[in-house]
């Protein structure tokens, strides 16, 4: 591979074109390729490039790190792009030392700690820094590297190591008692609207005003999605559009019922009318591109995924999903030209 792009470039390929996936820099370092990544950075391949969705090579080949790639790979690549200038405190989509340590890649912290990063700059998503994330998390390791780097925060009391996982623990329990106490409150209002519903279609005399009914119904759709009852949480979700055609939300999660239901084309149109309504709204896209990749209509699911990236960087589930439909692409193109081959 290293020599047909030592080849490419000789020919007069351009080292920084463009492509769904990033420049070339970008792909090599998502797949970990150090030595493909070294030939590009001696032909000026560019290391500060921003690629919507991805952002730069550096945050590319640390997104993928833990999963295809090995963080030693990972490491190669990193130490090529400091070598090559690139910034290591850029922040889209985040900056690299709160995505490494966000991937738990102790590693990979250290050396960007070393070469110079900021372990003061908060994620974009979030808000937190580095060591606020790893204490989250319950990585004490990590907490232990960042720790010499980061300025004291004011609402963590005792600024030690025991401290700042103490102070992490107390607030992660708040969030779970509070998240706690909204479910129990969610479902006994879903069980009150079906009370509510039920003694209405026996009172022809109880009328509701438009918005509560709408709720109701939502919260019934979203009941029948947890135990994973897509048919009646399409119902319900299709009698709140009829009382508000013109929610997003409801097209977009009975989009997702119709998907979990083998109806691809009916999950297609919803996502369709969501980016209608609310065409700033990424999840709308996502919709589109999880349809489009269940009717194997791979580029287009890319152009979906890739639209929503745009809307929201800090998407792991959008980028993720874009990735996916890269793959899909490149196999379905493979298999293609094996079948010209062999006729």
């Known amino acids: ?99 490494a340590t966000s991937k738990d890649l102790s590693g990979c912290v250290e050396y960007l700690l070393e070469a110079g990063a900021n372990a003061n700059i908060p994620s974009n998503h979030g808000c937190m820094t580095p060591i606020e994330i790893a204490a989250n998390s319950g990585r004490r390791k990590l907490v232990e590297i960042l720790f010499p780097f980061t300025s004291p925060i004011q609402t963590v009391s005792n600024w030690t190591v025991e401290g700042i996982i103490a102070h992490a623990k107390l607030r992660k329990n708040k969030s779970e008692l509070s998240d706690k106490d909204s479910n129990v409150q969610l479902k006994l209002n879903a069980e009150k609207a079906t009370k509510k519903q039920d003694s209405s279609a026996t009172n022809p005399c109880s009328k509701r005003g438009d918005k509560d009914k709408k709720a109701e119904l939502k919260l019934l759709g979203a009941k029948a999605v947890e135990q994973k009852d897509y048919a009646s949480a399409s119902k319900f979700y299709s ?81 993720d999903a874009f990735w996916e439909a890269v793959e899909a692409m490149k196999k379905e193109y493979s298999a293609r030209q094996n079948s010209k081959s062999s006729d």
């Open 1 to 99: 591979m290293d020599r047909l792009v030592r080849l490419l470039l000789s020919k007069g390929a351009s080292v920084n074109v463009l492509s769904c996936e990033g420049m070339p820099l970008h792909v090599a370092a998502s797949y970990g390729k150090s030595g493909i990544m070294q030939i590009l950075l001696q032909h000026n391949a560019d290391p500060h490039k921003v690629v919507a969705d991805l952002g730069t090579p550096m945050a590319a080949v640390l997104s993928v790190a833990s999963g295809r790639v090995s963080e030693s790979a990972v490491l190669k690549c990193m130490k090529l792009l400091v070598k090559a200038g690139t910034n290591l405190n850029f922040t889209n989509p985040d900056p690299p030392l709160v995505i």
């Open 239 to 319: 009698e709140a559009i009829e009382v508000d055609p013109d929610d997003a939300t409801l097209y977009s999660n009975r989009s997702l019922c119709h998907l979990r239901r083998g109806e691809t084309d009916d999950a297609l149109l919803d996502a369709n009318a969501c980016i209608r309504l609310q065409p700033d709204w990424p999840k709308g896209y996502y919709r589109k591109g999880a349809a489009l990749m269940s009717l194997k209509e791979y580029k287009e699911a890319c152009d979906a995924f890739l639209a929503g990236g745009k809307l929201d960087p800090a998407s792991a589930e959008i980028h």
